[in-house]
């Protein structure tokens, strides 16, 4: 079961001391000796690296997906009359560092993106943080609208739009290089962003939209609904054209809604260093696509080294990451994967932010609930 590892540590090897042009290489499994794998973000690229950016008002569909307008050390042997755009000489370097790092080294340009606005997020924004972290969100819905792995809403599908018509003149016009590989988390409002954003571009034979889902690479498991997934049936039917990873069950056998029991962030953190490790070393794809949700890009982003960026819903950020193999010993640390969370059995008697969700005390499991916003 894909729960079932608390850390990874990876066997790895290589047999060359450069990677192929274009590819990021991938580490072989060896018996040799026990590896683990560090992440740093490499800043000055991109806008959303820059502690002056406000990611509250942020769009990167405006600015080019935030790529600074800069010089690169390979600018004088690859565009030497300045005729290549500012996304082709970032690839030509980003495919120089890989050409020149040794065998334990390796880089990757991410393509984060956060799905558009799902019902749940409607909803939580109708009845407020508190009450929908304790009452709300481990419903179903409301009678109205249905949250469990939620849909998007209207806005949420012009945002799907938005970032299409994005990407088509990106390709076309800024020459940004069409990611290698695709991935989405395995909720219904991730996997539809995707398919609405890459769908029936003009992409290179070379680099179909052919996405995979990843269960780890789902939004933390919280007890709302909204984090429980579809069968892998009903995923299927819903989006014919995704794959599925090897092991990716029929049933959501992660979701603990039921049992009021909820993922703890250490457990969140673990669990998204494992996907991206998995990534790392069998993709050697050097740009890769990863649709999912703000918490998770979140916990990525501190995986990765980078600082901390909030995307609001069908926002996206890039990352240029360094990952170095390192030696590692034994794992020696244990921790708690799952915790009960607070609910009340009836509508909240307040739901004021910062202050918490107060239940009626006939119906409460607990008096108050101190609520943080889920923001999934």
Known sequence: ??????????????????????????????????????YTTISGFFLQDDAATDPKTFDYTTVNY????????????????????????????????????????????LFMARHGEGYHNAAESYYGTPAWNCYWGPLDGNGTVIWRDA????????????????????????????????????????ATTANLTFGGLALPKSRPFKPTVKELLREGISIRTCDERSSKTA?????????????????????????DEGETADAQRRRTKIVLDDIFVHDD???????THSGQISVSLSVLGHRTFSLSTGQAIPV?????????GSPTTTIVSFTAEPTCLAPPVTSISGQGCVCASATSMLAAVTATATAA
Not at 163 to 176: C, M, S
Not at 320 to 328: E, G, H, P, T
């Open 66 to 109: 935030g790529l600074i307008n800069r010089t690169y050390p390979t600018d004088r042997e690859f565009d030497r009359y300045g005729k290549k755009t500012q996304w082709e000489r970032f690839e030509y370097y980003v495919n120089t560092l890989n050409r020149n790092a040794g065998g334990d080294t390796q880089y990757k340009v």
């Open 151 to 190: 849909r998007l809403t209207d806005a949420g599908l012009a945002q799907c739009t938005k970032a299409h018509t994005f990407w088509a003149n990106a390709l076309a016009v800024a020459k940004i290089p069409a990611p290698q590989t695709y991935y989405s988390s395995p909720l219904a409002r991730s």
């Open 1 to 38: 079961m894909l729960a079932a590892s608390v850390l990874t540590l990876l066997s790895l090897s290589t047999t060359s001391l450069a990677w192929e042009w274009g590819k990021s290489g991938k580490w072989s499994q060896s018996h040799e000796h026990k590896s683990a794998i560090n």
């Open 320 to 328: 240029l990451v360094k990952a170095q193999r390192i030696s590692a």
């Open 235 to 259: 995923l299927k039917a819903l989006l014919p054209a995704f794959r599925f990873e090897d092991g990716f069950t029929e049933d959501d056998e992660l979701w603990r809604g039921g049992e």
């Open 285 to 291: 794809s050097t740009w890769v696509s990863l649709t």
